[in-house]
Structures are given as structure tokens and as C-alpha cells.
């Protein structure tokens, strides 16, 4: 009998990317509390990709400014 409620591995996937980037422009918004984040964090709740897509630019900008101090 199958389960109509069941995920197949890439809609789990996907939820879970969801997840952490709303956590991720959560944790960011409690931080530094400004309205650039605000609207982040409501569109992130709004369009699955966009959490995880400024979590990814952060850790490239992170990745490359380190990169240009040595």
C-alpha cells in the first residue's frame, strides 16, 4: 500500500534545502535586524531557492575575500 503523504528522495531533498535556508536568513536576520534582511527572510519563505542561494553567495564572498588577504 502506498502512502499518500510519502516524499520521494528528491522532494525531501528539496524540503531540506528549503529548511536550511530559511534557518540560515533567520539566524542572519536575528543577528543584524535590517529590512534588506526582513524582506530576505520573508521572500525566502516565499520561493524555496532563495535562502539557500544567499547562503551559497555569502560563502563564496566569504571564500574570496579571503582569498585576496594572503
Avoid: H
Avoid at 530559511?22 to 535562502?51: A, D, E, K, N, T
Amino acid at each position: 500500500m502506498d502512502n499518500a503523504l510519502a516524499l520521494d528522495p528528491v522532494e525531501a531533498s528539496v524540503l531540506l534545502l528549503w529548511a536550511v535556508g530559511v534557518i540560515y536568513v533567520c539566524w542572519r536576520f536575528v543577528q543584524c535586524r535590517s529590512v534588506y534582511m526582513l524582506i530576505l527572510l520573508v521572500g525566502s519563505f516565499c520561493i524555496p531557492g532563495l535562502g539557500i542561494c544567499y547562503a551559497a553567495g555569502q560563502a563564496i564572498r566569504k571564500f574570496t575575500n579571503r582569498e585576496g588577504r594572503v
